[in-house]
Protein backbone atom coordinates (compact mmCIF):
# COMPACT_ATOMS: atom_id res chain seq x y z
CA UNK A 1 0.00 0.00 0.00
CA UNK A 2 1.32 3.39 -0.81
CA UNK A 3 -0.39 5.91 1.79
CA UNK A 4 -0.21 9.29 0.40
CA UNK A 5 -0.80 7.80 -3.30
CA UNK A 6 -3.77 5.79 -2.37
CA UNK A 7 -4.98 9.67 -0.84
CA UNK A 8 -4.69 10.66 -4.00
CA UNK A 9 -7.95 9.28 -5.42
CA UNK A 10 -11.24 11.36 -5.87
CA UNK A 11 -12.50 11.78 -2.35
CA UNK A 12 -9.84 9.94 -0.24
CA UNK A 13 -8.30 13.57 1.19
CA UNK A 14 -4.91 13.81 -0.18
CA UNK A 15 -4.54 17.34 1.92
CA UNK A 16 -5.86 15.48 5.43
CA UNK A 17 -3.11 12.98 5.02
CA UNK A 18 -0.63 15.70 4.19
CA UNK A 19 -1.75 18.07 7.52
CA UNK A 20 -2.00 14.57 9.38
CA UNK A 21 1.81 14.03 8.48
CA UNK A 22 2.88 17.76 9.61
CA UNK A 23 0.86 17.35 12.97
CA UNK A 24 3.18 14.48 14.07
CA UNK A 25 6.20 16.01 12.62
CA UNK A 26 5.85 19.59 14.14
CA UNK A 27 2.86 19.33 16.61
CA UNK A 28 1.09 16.21 18.30
CA UNK A 29 -1.18 13.82 16.40
CA UNK A 30 -3.38 11.01 18.54
CA UNK A 31 -4.88 8.08 17.66
CA UNK A 32 -6.50 4.87 19.11
CA UNK A 33 -4.16 1.98 18.56
CA UNK A 34 -5.89 -1.16 17.58
CA UNK A 35 -3.08 -2.79 19.80
CA UNK A 36 -4.04 -5.40 22.74
CA UNK A 37 -2.92 -5.99 26.44
CA UNK A 38 -2.04 -8.96 28.07
CA UNK A 39 -1.73 -9.50 32.07
CA UNK A 40 0.79 -12.85 33.18
CA UNK A 41 0.42 -13.25 36.26
CA UNK A 42 1.77 -16.20 38.35
CA UNK A 43 5.28 -16.94 40.40
CA UNK A 44 6.68 -18.54 37.13
CA UNK A 45 5.73 -15.81 34.50
CA UNK A 46 9.49 -13.60 34.30
CA UNK A 47 11.12 -17.05 34.22
CA UNK A 48 8.78 -18.06 31.65
CA UNK A 49 8.45 -15.26 29.65
CA UNK A 50 12.37 -14.83 29.77
CA UNK A 51 12.56 -18.08 28.15
CA UNK A 52 9.75 -17.01 25.08
CA UNK A 53 11.32 -13.95 23.80
CA UNK A 54 14.65 -12.28 22.52
CA UNK A 55 15.11 -9.52 24.83
CA UNK A 56 15.45 -9.55 28.42
CA UNK A 57 12.56 -10.18 31.45
CA UNK A 58 14.43 -11.27 33.98
CA UNK A 59 16.35 -7.99 34.77
CA UNK A 60 13.15 -5.04 33.69
CA UNK A 61 12.89 -3.10 36.70
CA UNK A 62 9.01 -2.29 37.35
CA UNK A 63 7.63 0.54 35.30
CA UNK A 64 10.17 -0.54 32.63
CA UNK A 65 9.09 -2.52 29.38
CA UNK A 66 11.67 -4.08 26.19
CA UNK A 67 10.67 -4.85 22.40
CA UNK A 68 11.47 -8.48 22.01
CA UNK A 69 10.83 -11.24 19.17
CA UNK A 70 9.28 -14.40 19.56
CA UNK A 71 10.79 -17.01 17.27
CA UNK A 72 10.52 -20.48 16.40
CA UNK A 73 13.26 -22.71 17.55
CA UNK A 74 15.23 -22.33 13.35
CA UNK A 75 15.53 -18.46 15.14
CA UNK A 76 12.98 -17.09 12.62
CA UNK A 77 10.62 -14.04 13.82
CA UNK A 78 7.15 -15.67 14.38
CA UNK A 79 5.89 -11.88 16.04
CA UNK A 80 6.60 -9.21 17.85
CA UNK A 81 5.46 -7.70 21.03
CA UNK A 82 6.44 -5.25 24.16
CA UNK A 83 6.78 -6.53 27.63
CA UNK A 84 6.40 -4.01 30.12
CA UNK A 85 7.18 -5.43 34.27
CA UNK A 86 3.81 -3.78 36.07
CA UNK A 87 5.04 -5.04 39.62
CA UNK A 88 2.74 -7.74 40.17
CA UNK A 89 2.04 -8.45 36.32
CA UNK A 90 3.95 -8.33 33.19
CA UNK A 91 2.20 -6.82 30.66
CA UNK A 92 2.12 -7.77 26.85
CA UNK A 93 1.76 -5.35 24.07
CA UNK A 94 0.76 -6.61 20.84
CA UNK A 95 -0.87 -5.74 17.30
CA UNK A 96 -4.15 -7.18 17.03
CA UNK A 97 -3.31 -9.02 13.92
CA UNK A 98 -0.92 -10.73 15.88
CA UNK A 99 -3.49 -11.66 19.10
CA UNK A 100 -4.98 -14.39 16.93
CA UNK A 101 -1.97 -16.83 16.45
CA UNK A 102 1.08 -15.29 18.79
CA UNK A 103 -0.34 -15.42 22.35
CA UNK A 104 -1.98 -19.25 21.32
CA UNK A 105 1.52 -20.86 20.23
CA UNK A 106 2.84 -18.27 24.24
CA UNK A 107 0.24 -20.38 25.96
CA UNK A 108 1.38 -23.55 24.61
CA UNK A 109 4.32 -23.45 26.28
CA UNK A 110 2.57 -22.78 29.08
CA UNK A 111 2.77 -26.59 30.65
CA UNK A 112 3.85 -26.83 34.61
CA UNK A 113 4.54 -23.38 34.57
CA UNK A 114 2.55 -21.12 37.17
CA UNK A 115 1.57 -18.73 34.87
CA UNK A 116 -1.94 -16.79 34.53
CA UNK A 117 -2.77 -15.08 30.94
CA UNK A 118 -5.53 -12.88 30.84
CA UNK A 119 -7.02 -10.40 28.36
CA UNK A 120 -7.42 -6.91 29.33
CA UNK A 121 -9.74 -5.89 26.67
CA UNK A 122 -10.97 -3.52 29.13
CA UNK A 123 -8.19 -1.04 28.84
CA UNK A 124 -7.95 0.99 25.37
CA UNK A 125 -4.94 2.03 24.00
CA UNK A 126 -4.61 5.61 22.93
CA UNK A 127 -1.57 6.89 21.00
CA UNK A 128 0.24 9.97 20.76
CA UNK A 129 3.26 11.47 18.52
CA UNK A 130 4.90 14.18 17.58
CA UNK A 131 7.05 17.01 19.30
CA UNK A 132 4.26 18.60 21.26
CA UNK A 133 2.51 15.48 22.47
CA UNK A 134 3.71 16.27 26.60
CA UNK A 135 2.05 19.78 25.70
CA UNK A 136 -1.39 17.82 24.92
CA UNK A 137 -1.12 15.80 28.00
CA UNK A 138 -0.80 18.38 29.41
CA UNK A 139 -3.87 20.23 28.18
CA UNK A 140 -5.78 17.43 29.40
CA UNK A 141 -4.41 17.16 33.19
CA UNK A 142 -1.90 14.59 32.35
CA UNK A 143 1.34 15.58 33.53
CA UNK A 144 3.78 12.86 32.75
CA UNK A 145 7.29 14.37 33.52
CA UNK A 146 10.29 13.17 32.00
CA UNK A 147 10.06 9.78 31.15
CA UNK A 148 13.02 7.72 29.36
CA UNK A 149 12.17 5.36 26.36
CA UNK A 150 9.02 2.28 27.45
CA UNK A 151 8.88 4.08 31.02
CA UNK A 152 5.80 4.55 32.29
CA UNK A 153 4.01 6.43 35.49
CA UNK A 154 0.43 5.74 37.06
CA UNK A 155 -2.04 9.02 36.91
CA UNK A 156 -5.45 10.32 37.51
CA UNK A 157 -8.50 11.48 35.03
CA UNK A 158 -11.32 12.22 36.20
CA UNK A 159 -10.66 9.77 39.52
CA UNK A 160 -9.77 6.90 36.93
CA UNK A 161 -6.41 5.84 36.77
CA UNK A 162 -4.37 6.04 33.93
CA UNK A 163 -0.78 4.52 32.39
CA UNK A 164 1.10 7.00 30.61
CA UNK A 165 4.68 5.35 28.94
CA UNK A 166 6.83 6.66 26.52
CA UNK A 167 7.12 4.81 23.36
CA UNK A 168 10.54 4.27 21.40
CA UNK A 169 9.72 6.11 18.40
CA UNK A 170 13.15 6.34 16.46
CA UNK A 171 12.78 10.10 15.25
CA UNK A 172 9.94 11.88 17.18
CA UNK A 173 8.35 12.03 20.87
CA UNK A 174 5.54 9.44 21.27
CA UNK A 175 3.48 8.32 23.97
CA UNK A 176 0.79 5.69 24.94
CA UNK A 177 -2.17 6.24 27.42
CA UNK A 178 -3.76 2.70 29.08
CA UNK A 179 -7.51 3.47 29.73
CA UNK A 180 -10.35 2.36 30.93
CA UNK A 181 -13.08 2.23 28.00
CA UNK A 182 -15.21 3.98 29.47
CA UNK A 183 -13.34 7.24 29.70
CA UNK A 184 -11.14 6.65 26.43
CA UNK A 185 -14.26 9.02 24.25
CA UNK A 186 -13.41 11.63 27.13
CA UNK A 187 -9.91 11.88 26.55
CA UNK A 188 -10.22 11.17 22.71
CA UNK A 189 -12.45 14.24 22.61
CA UNK A 190 -9.96 16.01 25.34
CA UNK A 191 -7.20 15.78 23.08
CA UNK A 192 -9.08 17.08 20.22
CA UNK A 193 -10.10 20.02 22.17
CA UNK A 194 -6.61 20.67 22.84
CA UNK A 195 -5.45 21.08 19.60
CA UNK A 196 -4.18 17.92 18.80
CA UNK A 197 -5.05 16.25 15.18
CA UNK A 198 -6.42 12.99 14.68
CA UNK A 199 -4.53 10.69 12.71
CA UNK A 200 -5.72 8.06 9.74
CA UNK A 201 -4.41 4.68 10.10
CA UNK A 202 -3.07 6.18 6.37
CA UNK A 203 -0.82 8.74 7.87
CA UNK A 204 0.46 6.34 10.73
CA UNK A 205 1.07 3.79 7.62
CA UNK A 206 3.16 6.62 6.00
CA UNK A 207 4.84 7.32 9.44
CA UNK A 208 5.94 4.33 9.79
CA UNK A 209 7.50 3.90 6.07
CA UNK A 210 9.61 7.46 7.41
CA UNK A 211 11.00 5.73 10.39
CA UNK A 212 11.82 2.47 9.08
CA UNK A 213 10.11 0.49 11.28
CA UNK A 214 9.86 -3.24 10.06
CA UNK A 215 6.06 -4.53 10.39
CA UNK A 216 5.04 -8.24 10.72
CA UNK A 217 3.33 -9.75 7.51
CA UNK A 218 4.70 -7.36 5.21
CA UNK A 219 8.51 -6.18 6.13
CA UNK A 220 9.06 -8.76 8.27
CA UNK A 221 8.06 -12.72 6.75
CA UNK A 222 8.35 -15.64 7.56
CA UNK A 223 11.73 -17.01 7.67
CA UNK A 224 13.00 -13.58 8.55
CA UNK A 225 15.89 -13.72 10.76
CA UNK A 226 15.96 -10.72 13.61
CA UNK A 227 19.34 -9.65 12.96
CA UNK A 228 18.12 -8.94 9.17
CA UNK A 229 15.55 -6.44 10.71
CA UNK A 230 17.91 -4.04 11.71
CA UNK A 231 15.84 -4.15 15.22
CA UNK A 232 18.80 -4.49 17.92
CA UNK A 233 16.36 -3.32 20.23
CA UNK A 234 14.86 -6.52 20.41
CA UNK A 235 17.80 -8.80 20.96
CA UNK A 236 19.52 -9.24 24.46
CA UNK A 237 22.85 -11.89 24.32
CA UNK A 238 23.45 -11.85 27.91
CA UNK A 239 19.99 -13.21 29.05
CA UNK A 240 20.29 -16.69 28.76
CA UNK A 241 18.57 -19.32 27.50
CA UNK A 242 15.39 -18.90 25.18
CA UNK A 243 13.80 -20.45 21.71
CA UNK A 244 15.65 -20.08 19.35
CA UNK A 245 18.71 -18.66 20.57
CA UNK A 246 21.17 -20.97 19.01
CA UNK A 247 20.86 -19.22 15.92
CA UNK A 248 20.87 -15.86 16.95
CA UNK A 249 24.06 -16.61 18.69
CA UNK A 250 25.65 -18.70 15.47
CA UNK A 251 24.73 -15.21 13.51
CA UNK A 252 26.50 -12.83 15.68
CA UNK A 253 29.24 -15.14 15.79
CA UNK A 254 29.83 -15.58 12.16
CA UNK A 255 29.37 -11.40 12.21
CA UNK A 256 26.81 -11.11 9.13
CA UNK A 257 23.22 -12.07 7.46
CA UNK A 258 23.03 -12.61 3.82
CA UNK A 259 20.30 -9.92 3.13
CA UNK A 260 19.20 -7.14 5.71
CA UNK A 261 16.30 -4.51 5.82
CA UNK A 262 17.06 -1.20 4.25
CA UNK A 263 15.15 1.53 2.82
CA UNK A 264 15.14 3.25 -0.83
CA UNK A 265 14.67 6.10 -2.71
CA UNK A 266 12.45 5.12 -5.79
CA UNK A 267 12.54 7.16 -9.24
CA UNK A 268 9.95 6.27 -12.19
CA UNK A 269 7.21 4.54 -11.83
CA UNK A 270 6.71 2.93 -8.20
CA UNK A 271 6.18 -0.13 -7.80
CA UNK A 272 4.20 -2.20 -5.58
CA UNK A 273 4.90 -4.01 -2.03
CA UNK A 274 6.07 -7.36 -3.66
CA UNK A 275 8.16 -5.92 -6.33
CA UNK A 276 11.20 -8.02 -6.80
CA UNK A 277 14.53 -6.24 -7.56
CA UNK A 278 16.39 -6.88 -9.95
CA UNK A 279 20.68 -6.13 -10.89
CA UNK A 280 22.15 -7.51 -14.12
CA UNK A 281 19.17 -9.34 -14.70
CA UNK A 282 19.57 -11.25 -10.84
CA UNK A 283 17.10 -11.23 -8.19
CA UNK A 284 18.76 -9.43 -5.36
CA UNK A 285 16.01 -8.52 -3.12
CA UNK A 286 12.15 -6.91 -2.60
CA UNK A 287 10.18 -3.81 -2.05
CA UNK A 288 7.65 -4.74 1.27
CA UNK A 289 6.40 -1.65 2.20
CA UNK A 290 6.53 1.89 -0.45
CA UNK A 291 4.77 5.21 -0.02
CA UNK A 292 4.83 8.69 -1.13
CA UNK A 293 5.57 11.63 1.26
CA UNK A 294 4.38 14.72 1.21
CA UNK A 295 7.25 16.38 -0.84
CA UNK A 296 6.16 14.09 -3.79
CA UNK A 297 9.06 11.70 -3.51
CA UNK A 298 8.79 8.22 -3.48
CA UNK A 299 10.19 5.84 -0.30
CA UNK A 300 10.23 2.11 0.12
CA UNK A 301 10.84 -0.74 2.82
CA UNK A 302 12.66 -3.78 1.35
CA UNK A 303 14.75 -6.67 1.70
CA UNK A 304 17.84 -6.46 -0.04
CA UNK A 305 21.47 -8.76 -0.54
CA UNK A 306 24.12 -7.47 1.43
CA UNK A 307 26.54 -7.28 -1.22
CA UNK A 308 24.27 -5.32 -3.19
CA UNK A 309 23.14 -2.21 0.24
CA UNK A 310 26.30 -0.43 -0.97
CA UNK A 311 24.64 1.10 -3.76
CA UNK A 312 27.25 0.67 -6.02
CA UNK A 313 25.10 -1.40 -8.82
CA UNK A 314 21.80 -0.14 -10.30
CA UNK A 315 19.09 -1.57 -8.67
CA UNK A 316 15.31 -1.82 -10.51
CA UNK A 317 11.92 -2.64 -9.40
CA UNK A 318 9.69 -3.12 -12.24
CA UNK A 319 10.39 0.24 -14.37
CA UNK A 320 11.47 1.94 -11.37
CA UNK A 321 15.08 2.52 -10.50
CA UNK A 322 15.50 2.26 -6.59
CA UNK A 323 18.47 3.82 -4.40
CA UNK A 324 19.50 2.42 -1.64
CA UNK A 325 18.94 5.04 1.50
CA UNK A 326 20.05 4.95 5.37
CA UNK A 327 17.27 4.04 7.64
CA UNK A 328 15.20 5.98 9.09
CA UNK A 329 14.23 8.62 6.50
CA UNK A 330 14.63 11.03 9.27
CA UNK A 331 15.49 14.31 6.67
CA UNK A 332 11.11 14.40 6.51
CA UNK A 333 11.17 14.87 10.12
CA UNK A 334 12.91 18.22 9.35
CA UNK A 335 10.74 19.44 6.33
Not at 30 to 52: C, H, I, P
Not at 293 to 312: D, F, M, N
Request: net charge negative.
Amino acid sequence: MNPVAQAEQPGTGLVDIRREFQAVTSECGFYETGQTLTSLKGADRVRWLNGMVTNNIRDLMPGNGVYAFVLTPQGQIRGDLYAFNRGESLVLEMERAQTETLLPLLRRYIIMDKVEVEDLGEITVIGLVGPKSSQALAAIGLNIGELSSLQSTELSWNASSITALRKDHPLVDSYELWAPKEIAPGLLEGLRNSGASEISDQALELVRIVSGIPKIGMDIREKTLPQETGQDRALNFNKGCYIGQEIVERIRARGAVHRALVGFEVEGTAPEPGAKIHSDGKEVGEITSIATVPTGKVIALGVLRKEYSKGEKELLAGEAKVLVSSLPFAEFFRS
